[in-house]
């Protein structure tokens, strides 16, 4: 997805140890697919294959210097239908002076970019004949779309309806390929299309009006949607959005079991520091040890310091991150010992924290030592 991106929720339980790391890779075509929102595609050499492998609903982090700053981004791995194995990014220019300025004015073939490894755990419920409800905002079809056409393929009973809500027909950049695929699998596969900034003349038709809780009724009706034990959902979009048909769904008895979502913020938003911890200058020192790719890194948290991850990165510039909104979940480690405060942590749900990890973006030390582990 466009967008410092994603939050992800609520997933199955953690997959094996996580890639770190980074590494360049060549841009081999940048196509627009609106004025403001591109296609990058990127070549992966022979000896990176298994690391670049990835499964639908995974991202990766591109960071991007420039002269006086540093730009981290997280964007969803969007593979065209015909390719699921290409690494594909489409990015949106949301403002001027963040990654998606550069992509879709700058970036050319023959480029260079600096990604980390897929990760993410966003995905579809394994529920052979489901009914698969895909719900997007804007760029959070990025993910939703190759999960769609994962489904279809790989279970021939199941059946995917995609709803994408769009500000107008140009702003739906997935369109033509999801057209293929409405042709690849008529029998099985429903799109429809939200458009909350176009007027067709409808006025009180259930596709012309802005998402609210209403909408999202009115639209799981629409393609037949009801929660059960075959129907499982998936989200993706700004907060407001997800916010809203996660309580849809959560009143019309949906199993949250069978409900993932993911949020994402837009590319260049300032993010928002953590809520003070009301430490003073000079009430000691707190000292952090952290695990990442099996070796130790030591750090000392200053007084002024918004996050764990500020005094990270003033000795370790390789530590992973992206938003700082605790949306994306690049920055997730778990607590070996010592305790954590910390607020707006989207990207964990229940049995993540009950399980020990936190966001170092948003989190400050509550005891003098902590041992994290982000390989964990």
Not at 236 to 254: E, F, H, I, Q, Y
């Amino acid at each position: 997805m466009n967008t410092t991106p994603p939050a992800l929720r609520d997933q199955a339980p953690a997959g094996p140890r996580r890639r770190t790391g980074r590494h360049t890779l060549d841009v081999t075509e940048v196509r627009h697919l609106t004025a403001d929102t591109v296609a990058v595609t990127l070549h992966v050499p022979t000896e990176l294959r298994d690391v670049f492998a990835h499964h639908p609903g995974q991202h990766v982090v591109v960071r991007h210097r420039r002269a006086d700053t540093e730009l981290r981004r997280s964007y969803s791995i969007c593979p065209p239908p015909h390719t699921p194995e290409a690494l594909r990014l489409v990015i949106k220019r949301s403002g001027p002076g963040g990654f998606g300025d550069h992509a879709t004015t700058r970036l050319a073939p023959g480029a260079r970019l600096e990604l980390s490894p897929p990760t993410g755990t966003f995905a579809l419920p394994e529920l052979p004949g489901a009914h698969h409800v895909l719900l997007a905002g804007g760029t959070g079809i990025t993910p939703l779309a190759p999960m769609a056409v994962h489904a279809l393929r790989r279970d021939p009973a199941c059946h995917v309806s995609l709803v994408h809500s769009v500000r107008t027909s140009a702003d739906a950049v997935l369109a033509d390929e999801l057209a293929e695929v409405k042709d690849e699998f008529v029998d099985r596969f429903t799109v429809l299309y939200v458009l909350t900034r176009e007027d067709r003349g409808s006025g009180s038709g259930p596709l012309a009006r802005r998402l609210d809780a209403s909408g999202v009724r009115r639209l799981l009706a629409a393609v037949d949607a009801r929660p059960g034990p075959d129907t499982t959902f998936a989200l993706c979009g700004p907060p407001g959005l997800v916010a809203t048909a996660r309580r849809v769904l959560a009143d019309s008895g949906a199993d949250p079991s069978l409900v993932r979502w993911e949020l994402f913020t837009a590319d260049g938003t300032e993010p928002t520091p953590p809520e003070p911890t009301g430490r003073a200058p000079g009430a000691g020192e707190y000292r952090i040890t952290a695990l990442l790719d099996g070796r130790r890194r030591a750090a000392t948290v200053l007084p002024d310091d918004p996050a764990l991850l500020d005094a990270l990165l003033r000795s370790h510039p390789d530590v992973p991150y992206a938003c700082r909104e605790g949306v994306c979940g690049s920055c997730r480690a778990k607590v070996l010992s010592g305790q954590v405060t910390a607020d707006r942590e989207h990207a964990l749900d229940e049995r993540d924290r009950a399980a020990g990890y936190t966001l170092v973006c948003r989190a400050r030390p509550r005891t003098p030592e902590l041992v994290l582990d982000f390989d964990a």
